[in-house]
């Protein structure tokens, strides 16, 4: 897998990247992806608090409750697992 930011193309083909982040500074950002409504199942259970996958190597990062980082990020662990991504309808 490459370092590479997602391209636009992945967006407009309806495929899903393999690599996603809701973190606007990621480098696998993707705005116009994320307001399709991207929805992720991880070990066939709907999670809702995903704020990045990866699917070739498995594994979602979750917020840990409401704790932030000293920059006001939320503070993660990684799960790993199946990761499934699909756009909600």
């Known amino acids: 897998m490459s370092n590479d930011a997602p391209s636009d193309a992945s ?13 606007p500074q ?9 307001q399709r409504d ?8 709907e999670k809702t608090n995903v704020e990045e ?9 979750v917020a840990a409750g409401k704790a932030r980082d000293r920059r006001g990020q939320p503070l993660t662990i990684k799960l790993k697992g199946r990761v499934e991504p699909y756009i909600r309808s």
Request: aromatic share 12%.
């Open 53 to 61: 996958y990866c699917v070739s190597e498995g594994w979602v990062r």
């Open 11 to 23: 967006a407009g083909t309806g495929k899903l990247p393999d690599r996603l982040s809701t973190d």
């Open 38 to 45: 991207v929805g992720i199942r991880f070990n066939g259970i």
């Open 26 to 34: 990621s480098p696998y950002y993707d705005e116009s992806l994320l």
